[in-house]
């Protein structure tokens, strides 16, 4: 059976079409069932699947940053330290990018990027194994990039706007799933990081990946919507009220150009880059995640 629409907007490169995304590749890695693996294989499945694979939320105060992860087969092999499921994708080298880059995404936009390399080096830093160590050579031996040197990774929307269908089981209150909106349209990966019928991309080729854009356009002069700020506190209100005069500086025209100029914001205050102001990133980044 071919892949679904919703399993389409989530294929890592363009494979010929007989390769199909298949999300249970991503849990096999994790849990290094190879056997299983090798068969879904041998099936014709694309082994750079990007799967929406974690839905959570860090709860800061009387706030709550809601975050979905992405993750490539490689990625889950890497992140648990699977050995011989990283050396069976591997092996796979015509089919395998080793530099698929996923992204994590707030309500509102897609705001970190990573690849595996990214992602290994993360664990060799936190785990200090020669494992890890040997993973990140041989990534860097079959030419793994950060996602900072790579194009920025192929349109594909938000998942928050499906997110009961990624996340079936999910059961979180008050997701605010009204405000969702963005796609990787206007993404341009800007830190630490971590793509449906074509040969796979050498690493070196240059570019864009194309695929399917969800961003809307906006009328001429309808500017921004900003959310309500009766709850705000005197310290995230200055905040806000320093953001808003910024954004309205700027002319908008599309949906588009409101996530280019917002996506540097996200960056400058999710609550991650400011761990001596979490309280009042986490309220700012809410705030922002909430704009129109």
């Known amino acids: 059976m071919g892949a679904s629409l919703l399993d389409m907007d989530y294929i890592a490169i363009h494979l010929p079409d007989l390769y199909k995304h298949d999300r249970d590749l991503v849990s096999m890695a994790r849990s290094g069932e190879l056997d299983p693996f090798r068969e879904r294989m041998e099936m014709k499945s694309n082994p750079n699947s990007i799967v ?7 709860c800061e105060a009387r706030s709550r940053f809601y975050f979905i992860e992405e993750k490539t087969p490689l990625i889950a092999a890497v992140e648990e330290g699977h050995q011989d ?3 069976l994708l591997l092996s796979y080298q015509h089919l395998l990018d080793v530099n698929a880059v996923c992204c994590e995404w707030s309500l509102s936009a897609a705001y970190k990027f990573y690849t595996a390399l990214d992602v290994g080096r993360v664990c060799a830093r936190a785990r200090k194994t020669k494992k890890e160590k ?9 030419g793994g990039k950060s996602a900072e040197e790579l194009p920025a990774p192929f349109e594909r929307e938000n998942p928050f706007l499906r997110w009961k269908e990624h996340f079936p089981d999910g059961n979180l209150d008050n997701i605010g799933t009204e405000f969702a909106t963005g796609s990787t349209g206007s993404a341009a990966p800007t830190g630490p990081n971590y793509g449906p019928s074509a040969p796979p991309r050498s690493p070196r080729e240059a570019g864009p990946r194309k695929g399917r854009s969800t961003a809307v356009d906006v009328p001429s002069g309808q500017g921004w919507q900003f959310p309500p700020e009766v709850s705000l506190d005197e310290e995230v209100l200055k905040a806000v009220s320093s953001l808003k005069h910024q954004l309205q500086s700027s002319e908008v025209s599309s949906s588009e150009e409101k996530q280019r100029l917002l996506r540097p914001l996200f960056l400058t205050w999710h609550p991650d880059k400011r761990p001596e102001q979490v309280e009042l ?4 980044f809410q705030w922002l995640q909430a704009i129109k």
């Not at 929406?52 to 860090?58: A, I, R, W």
């Not at 040997?134 to 079959?142: A, D, I, K, P, T």
């Not at 990133?281 to 700012?284: E, G, N």
């Open 85 to 87: 499921m990283f050396d």
């Open 52 to 58: 929406p694979e974690k839905l959570g939320f860090l």
């Open 134 to 142: 040997q993973m990140v050579e041989r990534l860097l031996s079959r």
């Open 281 to 284: 990133a986490t309220q700012v």
